[in-house]
């Protein structure tokens, strides 16, 4: 089935610990973003990429880095954690459908949730 | 600066007790609204999209509706399986791709 897939689902890290959580679409889409998502506050757009080689800041880009080497692949990394940080983390792409009103109708990932002691 | 706001943030309805969610949205150039429902534990899982003023959408117990200024989730006789967060977001001309998320309505259906 197509869709988009996050690694890992739990993680627990120590303040100033690194680590990348892995996202995966297998729509051949070119645009994919991450959001983290925290009580009260909504889903936030980390960074997004509308293509292989390109992404740029979301809302809340501090503290996280990413990249884009591949259409399929859009890891994003943690490189010194942070208590701030712990929050369920999102990884999304547009579905096939809708492509042609020019609107996004994003499918998400079931998402990383990340713990910093 | 686009921005979405949902009300109420939690809902507590009887089965078979109709209600409302509105989201109120500012946006430069409304490309797009959309409503997602999120079940405990897993990722946001897509509705409706609406695009222009006066358009409606409907799915089962579900029907959406879009103002220039709001979108209503009306919610006709619903079951215990309704229980869920739903979410709005809206897609402007100006944030390229971007959706910009409201916080969510908390929807809990009693038997």
């Known amino acids: 089935n197509a869709g988009v897939t996050q690694t890992p689902k739990f993680q627990v890290l120590k303040t100033g610990q690194s680590m990348t959580l892995q996202c995966a679409q297998d729509m051949n889409h070119e645009y994919m973003s991450w959001y983290r998502q925290d009580p009260g506050m909504g889903l936030r757009l980390i960074h997004y990429s509308v293509g292989a080689g390109i992404t740029d800041q979301g809302e809340v880009p501090n503290g996280y880095n990413v990249s884009r080497s591949t259409t399929e692949d859009f890891p994003l990394r943690l490189l010194s954690a942070a208590p701030s940080q712990t929050s369920v983390y999102f990884c999304?792409?547009?579905?096939?459908?809708?492509?042609?009103?020019?609107?996004?109708?994003?499918?998400f990932g079931a998402g990383s949730r990340l713990t910093v002691l | 600066e686009d921005q979405v706001t949902q009300s109420p943030e939690a809902l507590r309805l009887q089965e078979g007790e109709s209600s409302s969610l509105n989201c109120s949205y500012t946006?430069?150039?409304?490309?797009?609204l959309f409503w997602y429902r999120q079940d405990p534990g897993k990722g946001p899982e897509f509705l409706f999209t609406?695009?222009?003023a006066g358009e409606e959408k409907e799915k089962e117990r579900l029907k959406a509706t879009l103002t220039k200024k709001e979108s209503f989730l009306h919610i006709t006789a619903p079951k215990p399986e309704d229980s869920a967060t739903y979410l709005c977001?809206?897609?402007?001309?100006?944030?390229?791709?971007?959706?910009?998320f409201g916080q969510g309505t908390t929807l809990q259906v009693k038997p």
């Open positions: 977001a809206v897609l402007g001309s100006s944030n390229t791709g971007k959706l910009i």
């Open positions: 999304a792409s547009p579905a096939p459908r809708d492509n042609s009103s020019g609107a996004n109708v994003l499918t």
């Open positions: 946006v430069s150039g409304l490309r797009g």
């Open positions: 609406l695009y222009s």
